[in-house]
């Protein structure tokens, strides 16, 4: 089955606690990306990634990192959570950039206390 | 900067017809896609206007006028399954979202 796998999808942890979020696809999709969900902003994009190794900054990327060493997984790590970074995580994938349809995974709730 | 700008919610009855608009201000605007959120779901690919003009997908359909930086999201014999939320893009490599509009379907 097609589909993107985040994990985990729930986690509430402690202020300076890194922690990586971890996003996997089975598609061959070229583009990846992380999004976050707050209530009255929408889906903002944080970083995307247009094949292996190249990465670039979304709308608000402050206080994240990402990688991209294969084509299929693209974590999120926070490297020293704060409260502001509380949030619904959306990781997605697209066979490429442009209007291609981007398919989302299930989310990722975290509560960073 | 770029934005897309949408209402926050719209309320229609079961059977009838509703028009989601969505006006952007972005430079090298490339095209806009349509995306679906039930609560507590993911979002899910609806549509996307490359060009001028309308594009149909069953009871969805969606419209783009690059001359007026407007497009929209138009959504026939509501049922109330289409309860949800739905949000413009518009995407190049980086992708800008609107905020969303919440869709009120009454019985």
């Known amino acids: 089955e097609a589909q993107v796998t985040q994990n985990p999808r729930y986690l509430i942890t402690v202020t300076g606690k890194k922690l990586t979020v971890t996003c996997s696809q089975n598609m061959n999709h070229e583009y990846m990306s992380w999004y976050r969900q707050d209530p009255g902003l929408g889906l903002r994009q944080i970083y995307y990634s247009m094949n292996v190794e190249v990465t670039d900054k979304g709308d608000v990327p402050e206080g994240y990192k990402v990688s991209r060493k294969e084509k299929r997984n693209f974590p999120l790590i926070l490297e020293s959570p704060s409260p502001n970074q509380t949030s619904l995580y959306f990781c997605?994938?697209?066979?490429?950039?442009?209007?291609?349809?981007?398919?989302f995974g299930d989310g990722t709730r975290l509560s960073i206390l | 900067g770029q934005s897309l700008e949408q209402p926050s919610e719209v309320t229609a009855v079961e059977g009838a017809i509703v028009q989601i608009n969505c006006t952007y201000q972005?430079?090298?605007?490339?095209?806009l896609s349509w995306y679906q959120q039930h609560d507590g779901g993911a979002p899910t690919f609806l549509s996307y206007n490359g060009l001028d003009g309308l594009e149909e997908t069953g009871r969805f359909s969606s419209f783009l006028s690059r001359s007026d930086s407007y497009g929209y999201l138009l959504l026939q014999e509501l049922q109330m399954k289409d309860s949800a939320s739905y949000f413009c893009a518009e995407r190049d490599d980086k992708i800008i979202f609107g905020k969303g509009t919440r869709l009120h379907i009454l019985p």
């Open positions: 972005t430079s090298g605007f490339y095209g």
């Open positions: 997605a994938s697209s066979v490429t950039g442009g209007g291609q349809p981007q398919h």
